[in-house]
Structure formats: structure tokens, C-alpha cells
């Protein structure tokens, strides 16, 4: 899954130019939500139909392993269209202009490199310092909202599956929605104003003692932090060119993975102490961290730019 998360953006970006790659990454990110859904509802099912297939028990190896392979070839089936991409050795003539634009921000590294090509080490940083900050957030809070809702109101896990599924679907829509967003502010303010709206459903879900208004919180800030993802995505590769976008994509997964993994070993602990009333200050705190990050670096870094060379 690591491989396929690393690879995942360079290859959009790759086979796509600059006027649609913004709306590509957003609509391949909501298919991918999409048919998580439909996936996680099928495979509930799969074990029984291959159990009467089989005429073995429903929770027996063989109807797992047969729901497993069935999984195994849907995997394969989508081989089939990618097997048809032909590779285009061009790089189209947006990727030329992100490259000559990298370097008059960064004359230095371009002169260094002039002889012996080296990665921009500061845009690189720069793009994945917020990745560290909303992985610490979502990894302390995020794989452990079920724990949350059935601690706190009591909620079944039919509940629970249907407030999943209920995500999946707001998630999905409004990542489609995004390029609406993007191309009204540009990708780093709708990012950025994503975000912050959604720390305040954050805090709805966290802190009200009713449920219904917990659901909407629940709902709402699973669906603006994911809007952002997809154009944070495209924008990062946009941003480093061609040459290096393999490598930015390998860091953002590796620092964003990785601060997850650190932050949810760390929220058990809080959870069985003062409970998850601090889980959800930290998210907040790391989410509006990373907001603030992205204004800095590329917007009022940008218009920064722009005022000296104007």
C-alpha cells in the first residue's frame, strides 16, 4: 500500500497538464472514496455467498480466502487500463514553466545545480512540514473516533456503519467539489481555509453533550480536511516539476505515515488517563499549525515574491 501511495501522485501528474490535473486528482481521490464504500459493503457480504457457494461455514478460512482472491482480481482487472497508458517522454510546456518559475525562486540552488542537479531542499521542507503537523493531529484522534462515539453516547456498531458510510459519501462529494474551491482562491487558500473550517466541527464533535450535533461535526470535518488533500497534492507536484516529484511524493507519504504512527501511540496513553477532551485540543492545535504553515510558506510567501519583483 506504501508503494502504491508513493507512486500514486507522480503518476497522476505525469499523464495529466496543467488545466486538469487540479480536477484529476480531485475526481481519482472521490472515485477511490467512493468505491472504498461500495467495496467495504460488498466485502461484508463476500464471505457468506462464497460460504453457500462452498458449502462451508461463513467464517471458515475457505470463504475468506475465496473473498480474498475475489479482491485479488478486481486488483488485476485494474491492471488492464493502465497496461494501455503509453509513456510520453515530453514534459508539457506548464511543467517547463514550473521549472524555469522553482528556479527564479530559488537562484541559488539553480546556480549549484547547474552543474550537478540537486532537489530544492527548502521547497521540499517546506511542502511537507504541514504533513507532519496534520499527521500528529489525525493520527491522535482520527482511528479512534468509533472508540470516541461508543464511550461517549453509547452508539451500536450498526450505528457506527452507517455513520462510516454516511463519511465516505460526504467525503466523496466534497472532494469533488474542491476545484469549484480552488479556482475561486487558488490551492493553497482553499487548503488553508478548509482546514480551519473544519477545526470548528471539530470542536462541535469533541465538546457537545448531544449526539446529533456530534454526527454533523463528525460528518463535516471528515469532509473539509479530505477536500483539501487531493489540491494539496496536485499543488505539491506542480511545485516541485517533474524532475523531483517522486521524491516529494515518497516524503509526504513517509512524514505524514509516520507522524500518524507516532501520535497514536501516544493518544492511548492520553486516553487512559485524562481522556480524549485533551485528543481533541492537540488535533486542533496541529491542524491550525499546519494552516498557518501553508499561509506562510505559499501565499504571503508568495505575494512576498511578487512585491520584489514587481
Not at 472514496?33 to 457457494?53: K, N, R, V
Request: hydrophobic share 50%; aromatic share 12%; glycine share 8%.
Amino acid at each position: 500500500r506504501g508503494l502504491l501511495d508513493v507512486s500514486n501522485a507522480p503518476f497522476v501528474a505525469e499523464n495529466s497538464v496543467a488545466r486538469e490535473r487540479t480536477h484529476l486528482f480531485s475526481v481519482q481521490f472521490a472515485v477511490r472514496i467512493f468505491a472504498g464504500f461500495f467495496g467495504y459493503s460488498l466485502a461484508g457480504a463476500l464471505p457468506s455467498w462464497f460460504a453457500s457457494i462452498l458449502h462451508v461455514p461463513a467464517e471458515s478460512p475457505g470463504a475468506y480466502r475465496a473473498a480474498l482472491l475475489c479482491g485479488a482480481g478486481v486488483f488485476f482487472v485494474a491492471l488492464y487500463p493502465l497496461a494501455r497508458l503509453r509513456n510520453d517522454s515530453k514534459v508539457s510546456e506548464f511543467d517547463a514553466g514550473v521549472e524555469s518559475h522553482r528556479d527564479a525562486r530559488f537562484p541559488a540552488a539553480t546556480a549549484a545545480s547547474a552543474s550537478k542537479p540537486r532537489p530544492p531542499v527548502r521547497l521540499l521542507i517546506r511542502l511537507f512540514t504541514p504533513e507532519i503537523a496534520i499527521g500528529l493531529g489525525a493520527g491522535a484522534l482520527v482511528p479512534f473516533l468509533n472508540v470516541f462515539f461508543k464511550a461517549k453516547f453509547g452508539v451500536s456498531d450498526a450505528l457506527l456503519g452507517v455513520l462510516y458510510a454516511g463519511q465516505s459519501v460526504a467525503m466523496g462529494i466534497a472532494i469533488l467539489l474542491g476545484p469549484i474551491l480552488a479556482a475561486r482562491l487558488g490551492r493553497p487558500r482553499a487548503v488553508v481555509a478548509t482546514q480551519l473550517l473544519s477545526i470548528s466541527f471539530l470542536i462541535l464533535l469533541g465538546f457537545t453533550p448531544f449526539l446529533a450535533p456530534a454526527v454533523i461535526g463528525f460528518l463535516m470535518r471528515a469532509s473539509l480536511m479530505n477536500m483539501g488533500h487531493p489540491l494539496y497534492s496536485a499543488f505539491s507536484m506542480d511545485e516541485v516539476g517533474p524532475r523531483y516529484r517522486a521524491l516529494a511524493s515518497g516524503l509526504l507519504v513517509m512524514t505524514s505515515q509516520g507522524s500518524r504512527a507516532l501520535s497514536s501511540w501516544a493518544s492511548g496513553i492520553l486516553q487512559e488517563g485524562p481522556g480524549f477532551a485533551p485528543v481533541f485540543a492537540i488535533t486542533c492545535a496541529c491542524y491550525f499549525t499546519a494552516s498557518v504553515m501553508i499561509f506562510l510558506f505559499f501565499i504571503r510567501g508568495s505575494r512576498q515574491r511578487k512585491a520584489r519583483t514587481s
